[in-house]
């Protein structure tokens, strides 16, 4: 009788704590539309350039503690409109859309598939980005931040090879400008609820 009142206490001493360990942490959906910062930066022979967006899409499911940080993130994707990159030259523009082959190829899109995220708030990512029609494993990382009002500031960049993802670097003027092959995606995103 004795040894079962203690096997009973101690299942409901176990059950009260692993009760307490999922209140202590949520996975929340948070997304952002139209509200990101993509700036896409190379290099010429004759001067640097950039192009620019802020429309696209993301959403991430993500494990906040106890105190309201960041410990987990279990999905992430977002899917950017590859015309909405602009640049100041519509020229330049129309090579890009070539070489980004949007004819066939409208979003460039991110899709996680393992992710860390330290206690300062760094996120390590491991997942596919898609580009032109080409889809390959990057690791990307980036800096997050909680904000007063609860949503999610999330920066980072990511050095790309134009090749390794099937394209073209984009010439013009006849060939005697020409784009080197690396380029630099640098994202600025704030996450909401």
């Known amino acids: 009788m004795m040894t079962q009142n203690i096997k009973r ?17 949520a996975q929340v959906k948070y997304h952002a539309k139209d509200d990101l910062q993509i700036v896409v930066s190379g290099t010429s022979t004759m001067h640097d350039w950039d192009m620019k967006t802020s429309k696209g ?3 991430a499911t993500i494990i906040l503690n106890a105190d309201g940080g960041l410990s987990g993130l279990t999905a992430l994707s977002f899917a950017v409109p590859a015309e909405s990159l602009k640049s100041d030259h519509k020229g330049m523009d129309k090579n890009a859309y070539k070489a980004l082959k949007t004819g066939a190829n409208t979003t460039i899109s991110y899709t996680l598939s393992t992710a860390t995220i330290n206690p300062d708030g ?4 491991q997942g596919k980005l898609s580009i032109a029609g080409t889809t390959l494993d990057v690791d990307l990382t980036a800096t997050s931040q909680v904000n007063p009002d609860k949503s999610i500031s999330v920066k980072g ?4 090879s ?3 993802y099937n394209m073209t670097p984009p010439s013009f003027m006849l060939g005697t400008v020409k784009t080197g092959n690396d380029v630099t995606v640098q994202f600025n995103l704030t996450l909401r609820k």
């Open 9 to 25: 206490k101690t299942s409901l001493l176990l059950m009260i704590a692993v009760l307490l360990a999922l209140a202590s942490v």
């Open 57 to 59: 899409i993301s959403d």
């Open 122 to 125: 760094a996120i390590k990512c």
């Open 157 to 160: 960049s990511k050095k790309i």
């Open 162 to 164: 134009m090749k390794a």
